[in-house]
Structure formats: structure tokens, C-alpha cells
């Protein structure tokens, strides 16, 4: 194998992102839920199948993480 030498990020000062918070309402997670339902709906009906099930498939984490942020308040 060749020698490859990779630089450290950490040796010339680059430092990860600390505080990557992002605030998302209760409302904007369920509607970027029902949203992604009813995206992957359209998409099912003019026979984009795969692109269907990806968008759908994000409806469930959506929806849960709206309903865990609601209860955990």
C-alpha cells in the first residue's frame, strides 16, 4: 500500500461544531410529517415508487419526534 498522510484538523485549528441545536417547533415537525405523507402519496399515484417510499418512510420519525417533544414538555 501507498503512504498516504492525512492531515489532522484538530493541528491546524479546525474544530467540530459544538452546538448544533436545532429548534423546531411541535407544529412544523407534524406538518413536515403529514407533509412528507402526503408528498410520498402524490408521488405513489404518478408511479414514482422509490421516490415514494423514501419521502413516506420520513412521515413515522417525523410524526414521533413531534409527539415525544409534546409529551416531554
Do not use: C, R, W
Amino acid at each position: 500500500m501507498e503512504n498516504l498522510q492525512f492531515i489532522d484538523p484538530l493541528l491546524h485549528g479546525i474544530k467540530p461544531i459544538e452546538n448544533n441545536n436545532i429548534k423546531l417547533s411541535v407544529k412544523q415537525l407534524a406538518a413536515a410529517g403529514i407533509g412528507s405523507i402526503l408528498i410520498g402519496a402524490v408521488l405513489k399515484k404518478t408511479g414514482h415508487n422509490k421516490a415514494a417510499a423514501i419521502v413516506g418512510s420520513l412521515a413515522l420519525p417525523l410524526l414521533s419526534a413531534a409527539v415525544y417533544k409534546k409529551v416531554a414538555k
